[in-house]
């Protein structure tokens, strides 16, 4: 597309820096646009072409223009190739070692940790007692869990091609679909035996259909036929599971002499640990966009993008603190909770300006999940003692029963 211009005097080519004078007797220039290859970069460069007797001269320039244009466009390119190669050479040299960590996932195993603490300190509030014995095979089984959730994950993951390229995959790195798989049952078995013998010595019916009910959600989250991960609906599950099912489950499996009443201190409490939890859920989702749209993956972040998945990550954080507020306000948690949770507000904002930084480098957003995990583990944390200092040092009135 060329536009008619008029041009007296020198003209700058700012790109290169190159002054081309103009006698005045040439008026009459043709002037287009010549945009670099879209791989490279999208400014543009200016070009002139002239239909007067200074013709030649302007020529003689405009070679000049091209040469030092295929020079820089050469060293760009050496560069980009040079970065590219570097990059994939980083990637193809990761060590077994560092593999094996990715695929252990080590942190995520605080959301087996975080919902028994603060569970057994809302027990704490509402009885004073703790079973240190009851929560450490209540943890120990917890942990089997989420490790029959990783190890499940990567098989089924494995079976659609989700996981093709996936180093850190437990089924790639092991090569055995089929060991992986009876492991992550046997462990799951092993679990669920440990939920099962506490849930009878306390005589606690309610406690163990809410872990069964926890333990469903986490199946039909990924395991065929139901695969509602498949349909974006892994958030809400995971809120469930690990919010309202197992976290109050927790609380009612540390009561020893009598069954502990359900009350808006513990739904509270695990709201809030659900709400933490599924932002790190959401948060994975960021570096796999490309692979879950492969296979058919519709996760929150494949239908929003990581622009808008970003902003929903900052609505979600301020959301955490505004409900602490509130629930600290209107008396359902005590004051003390919201002392220690406020304290995690920088904890929240890096969360924020990490996503929002760099939510389009696949590189680094991967590390966004660990983020949020610092959150979830340090709100956790805040959460229960905050639970257990009202027992302590406030005072804080027994909450009533709401069923």
Same mark, same amino acid.
């Given at each position: 597309?060329?536009?008619?211009?008029?041009?007296?005097?020198?003209?700058?080519?700012?790109?290169?820096?190159?002054n081309?004078?103009?006698?005045?007797?040439?008026?009459?220039?043709?002037?287009?646009?010549?945009?670099?290859?879209?791989?490279?970069?999208?400014?543009?460069?200016?070009?002139?072409?002239?239909?007067?007797?200074?013709?030649?001269?302007?020529?003689?320039?405009?070679?000049?223009?091209?040469?030092?244009?295929?020079?820089?466009?050469?060293?760009?390119?050496?560069?980009?190739?040079q970065?590219?190669?570097?990059?994939?050479?980083?990637?193809?040299?990761?060590?077994?070692?560092?593999?094996?960590?990715?695929?252990?996932?080590?942190?995520?195993?605080?959301?087996?940790?975080?919902?028994?603490?603060?569970?057994?300190?809302?027990?704490?509030?509402?009885?004073?007692?703790?079973s240190?014995?009851?929560?450490?095979?209540?943890?120990?089984?917890s942990?089997?869990?989420?490790?029959?959730?990783?190890?499940?994950n990567?098989?089924?993951d494995f079976?659609?091609?989700a996981?093709?390229?996936?180093?850190?995959s437990?089924?790639?790195?092991? @090569?055995? *679909?089929?060991?992986?798989?009876?492991? $992550?049952? /046997?462990?799951?078995?092993?679990?669920? &035996? !440990?939920? =099962?013998? +506490?849930?009878?010595e306390?005589?606690?019916?309610?406690a163990?259909?809410?872990?069964?009910?926890?333990?469903?959600?986490g199946?039909?989250y990924?395991c065929?036929?139901?695969?509602?991960?498949?349909q974006?609906l892994?958030?809400?599950?995971?809120?469930?599971?690990?919010?309202?099912?197992?976290?109050?489950?927790?609380?009612?499996?540390?009561s020893?002499?009598?069954?502990?009443?359900?009350?808006?201190?513990?739904?509270s409490a695990s709201?809030?640990?659900?709400?933490?939890t599924s932002?790190?859920?959401f948060?994975?989702h960021?570096?796999?966009?490309?692979g879950?749209?492969?296979?058919?993956?519709?996760?929150?972040?494949?239908?929003?993008?990581?622009?808008? @998945?970003s *902003?929903?990550?900052?609505v979600?954080? $301020?959301? /955490?603190?505004?409900?602490?507020?509130? &629930? !600290?306000? =209107?008396? +359902?948690?005590?004051?003390?909770?919201?002392?220690?949770?406020?304290?995690?507000?920088?904890?929240?904002?890096?969360?924020v300006?990490?996503?929002?930084?760099?939510?389009?480098?696949?590189?680094?957003?991967f590390?966004?999940?660990y983020?949020?995990?610092?959150?979830?583990?340090?709100f956790g944390v805040?959460?229960?003692?905050?639970?257990?200092?009202?027992?302590?040092?406030?005072?804080?009135?027994v909450?009533?029963?709401?069923?």
């Open positions: 597309m060329a536009l008619a211009a008029t041009f007296n005097g020198p003209i700058l080519v700012s790109a290169f820096n190159i081309i004078h103009l006698p005045t007797s040439s008026r009459n220039f043709i002037f287009r646009t010549c945009s670099l290859p879209s791989n490279i970069t999208r400014s543009s460069l200016c070009c002139f072409q002239c239909t007067g007797r200074s013709g030649n001269a302007i020529n003689l320039r405009w070679k000049e223009v091209k040469q030092r244009y295929s020079s820089l466009r050469g060293i760009f390119m050496c560069r980009v190739q970065h590219d190669a570097t990059s994939e050479e980083n990637e193809e040299n990761i060590s077994k070692a560092t593999l094996i960590w990715r695929a252990i996932k080590l942190p995520i195993y605080s959301v087996a940790l975080v919902p028994l603490t603060v569970g057994s300190a809302a027990a704490y509030l509402q009885t004073g007692l703790f240190a014995r009851r929560y450490f095979i209540l943890l120990a089984s942990v089997f869990i989420i490790t029959w959730l990783n190890l499940s990567d098989v089924y079976d659609t091609g996981d093709k390229d996936k180093k850190e437990v089924v790639n790195i092991v @090569g055995s *679909r089929t060991g992986t798989f009876i492991a $992550a049952y /046997l462990l799951l078995a092993l679990g669920f &035996l !440990g939920l =099962t013998y +506490t849930s009878v306390t005589a606690n019916l309610r163990i259909l809410l872990l069964a009910s926890a333990i469903t959600c199946y039909i990924q065929p036929p139901f695969r509602f991960s498949y974006g892994g958030e809400p599950l995971c809120f469930a599971a690990f919010g309202p099912f197992a976290t109050t489950a927790f609380y009612l499996l540390q020893s002499t009598s069954e502990l009443p359900i009350t808006c201190t513990i739904l709201a809030l640990v659900g709400f933490t932002l790190i859920l948060c994975s960021f570096h796999q966009i490309e879950d749209k492969a296979v058919g993956k519709f996760s929150p972040l494949v239908r929003l993008g990581t622009q808008a @998945g *902003r929903a990550v900052k979600g954080v $301020a959301t /955490l603190y505004s409900g602490m507020l509130l &629930l !600290g306000f =209107t008396q +359902t948690l005590p004051f003390t909770c919201i002392i220690l949770c406020a304290l995690t507000i920088p904890v929240g904002k890096l969360v300006s990490y996503v929002e930084k760099n939510h389009e480098d696949k590189a680094k957003i590390m966004a999940k983020y949020c995990v610092r959150l979830h583990v340090l805040a959460l229960a003692a905050g639970l257990v200092a009202a027992k302590m040092v406030a005072r804080y009135p909450s009533k029963p709401i069923f």
